[in-house]
């Protein structure tokens, strides 16, 4: 298993740009999330997904588009970048829809924006 | 509304020595879960523990324990005999509850283990 896997690794955006940040995986899990990360802030959920079809609003959505039209994928969309997005992006997944299962992460898009 | 503290920014210590990071939690739920993961300077975030709120037997494993008190609101992770490797960002998370599937986690403690 390839577990989560995301791509790019890192991008160069400026101001305005839109982007796709892809996330997969194989472990058949329902339970998908994107979160970002800013230095001293954590992790920050930005959309999640429990299944094909169904996504929902995290902390932090405004900016970001997400879709889940597979169990496997779960993109996140940048509409028009702006500098305060520049972050680390982190896609993960878990095995069950419920609260008490722990994620799976992949390694993470690092972007800039100017 | 749910959140987590981990008022450590960053803790040093010296290889071999014990270091316990501290983890407060705020929740109105009787029922939700507690986690930590660890960052490593590789970038990958490494789930550690899962505990849930009806379970507050301590939990050890190696050089790693945890210590889930319920009358503090704490969750806290201690390392003993520290070793290099141990150098890491580590994260607590809170799930469940009135936060339904949303996971809300800490800002995170850098350690630094010097050899």
């Known amino acids: 298993n390839a577990g989560v896997t995301q791509t790019p690794k890192f991008q160069v955006l400026k101001t305005g740009q839109s982007m796709t940040l892809q996330c997969a995986q194989d472990?058949?899990?329902?339970?998908m999330s994107w979160y970002r990360q800013d230095p001293g802030m954590g992790l920050r959920l930005i959309h999640y997904?429990?299944?094909?079809?169904?996504?929902d609003q995290g902390e932090v959505p405004n900016g970001y588009n997400v879709s889940r039209s597979t169990t496997e994928d779960f993109p996140l969309r940048l509409l028009s970048a702006a500098p305060s997005q520049t972050s680390v992006y982190f896609c993960?997944?878990?095995?069950?829809?419920?609260?008490?299962?722990?994620?799976?992460f992949g390694p993470g898009t690092r972007l800039t924006v100017t | 509304a749910q959140k987590v503290t981990q008022a450590q920014t960053e803790i040093s210590v010296v290889e071999k020595e014990d270091v316990t990071l501290d983890c407060v939690y705020e929740?109105?739920?009787?029922?939700?879960?507690l986690f930590w993961y660890k960052q490593p300077p590789s970038g990958e975030l490494v789930f550690l523990i899962r505990r849930n709120s009806f379970d507050e037997q301590n939990e050890i494993s190696g050089r790693y324990s945890w210590n889930f008190q319920k009358s503090t609101s704490s969750f806290n992770f201690t390392i003993t005999a520290s070793q290099v490797v141990d150098s890491a960002v580590y994260f607590c998370a809170l799930s469940g509850g009135t936060g339904g599937f949303k996971t809300i986690f800490g800002a995170g403690t850098r350690l630094f283990v010097k050899a």
């Open positions: 929740t109105r739920d009787t029922t939700y879960y």
């Open positions: 472990m058949n899990h329902e339970y």
């Open positions: 997904s429990v299944g094909a079809g169904i996504t």
């Open positions: 993960a997944s878990s095995l069950g829809t419920g609260s008490s299962y722990e994620q799976y």
